[in-house]
Antibody, heavy 122, light 109 residues
Framework: EVQLVESGGGLVQPGGSLRLSCSASGFTFSSFAMHWVRQAPGKGLEYVSAITSNGVSTYYADSVKGRFTISRDNSKNTLYLQMSSLRAEDTAVYYC???????????????WGQGTLVTVSS | QAVVTQEPSLTVSPGGTVTLTCGSSTGAVTSGHYPYWFQQKPGQAPRTLIYDTSNKHSWTPARFSGSLLGGKAALTLSGAQPEDEADYYCLLSSSGDRVFGGGTKLTVL
């Protein structure tokens, strides 16, 4: 059974940093690209970032480019999102999503984690 | 970056049929946009229903189907059940960007 468990969310002040983790199990983590998608309270979904199975290629939405860094440790079956220079508008539930493929040439979402809440506030 | 549009809300009667649509500000939606559809129930994470226009995952109920209709991506629900009441989001890909629609709140009443 595929499981994606996000952690690392919490309350952080504007301008601060936070690192989210997504622990994966039930599949060969190193074979699949992974994604982060967020959802602000009461709002819709926003695509944030993605990484290929080997970690070589990444993608960032314009709203987070230069502030967020996606990475993965295939030996630990874990996906990360390092967030810095956080703003109030980054407040959201952050979901980890598995891809059906190893590359990012085409979207390939299948399984979603349950999400972790990040609140940026003073 | 394209703006992806969906109906804000729709209502369907139990057992009825409803079609949700997903349009792009840049023009007609094609299979090259690899349309996706996601379902999100209150308090839950989204789940993927349809990928690449019309393909279903193993967990997608047979009453859901995806297509292209009138220049838009479409999600049709045939034989609505009370448990289908949820928010539905589409996603389109273009020039490497992935953009979600604003979502459709579907009420089964």
């Amino acid at each position: 059974e595929v499981q994606l468990v996000e952690s690392g969310g919490g309350l952080v002040q504007p301008g601060g940093s936070l690192r989210l983790s997504c622990s994966a199990s039930g599949f060969t983590f190193s074979s699949f690209a992974m994604h982060w998608v967020r959802q602000a309270p009461g709002k819709g979904l926003e695509y944030v970032s993605a990484i290929t199975s080997n970690g070589v290629s990444t993608y960032y939405a314009d709203s987070v480019k230069g502030r967020f860094t996606i990475s993965r440790d295939n030996s630990k079956n874990t996906l990360y999102l390092q967030m810095s220079s956080l703003r109030a508008e980054d407040t959201a539930v952050y979901y980890c999503v598995k891809d059906r493929k190893s590359t990012l040439a085409r979207p390939g979402f299948d399984f979603w984690g349950q999400g972790t809440l990040v609140t940026v506030s003073s | 970056q394209a703006v992806v549009t969906q109906e804000p809300s729709l209502t369907v009667s139990p057992g009825g049929t409803v079609t949700l649509t997903c349009g792009s500000s840049t023009g007609a939606v094609t299979s090259g946009h690899y349309p996706y559809w996601f379902q999100q129930k209150p308090g839950q994470a989204p789940r993927t229903l349809i990928y690449d226009t019309s393909n279903k995952h193993s967990w997608t109920p047979a009453r859901f189907s995806g297509s292209l209709l009138g220049g838009k991506a479409a999600l049709t629900l045939s034989g609505a059940q009370p448990e289908d009441e949820a928010d539905y989001y589409c996603l389109l890909s273009s020039s490497g960007d992935r953009v979600f629609g604003g979502g459709t709140k579907l009420t089964v009443l």
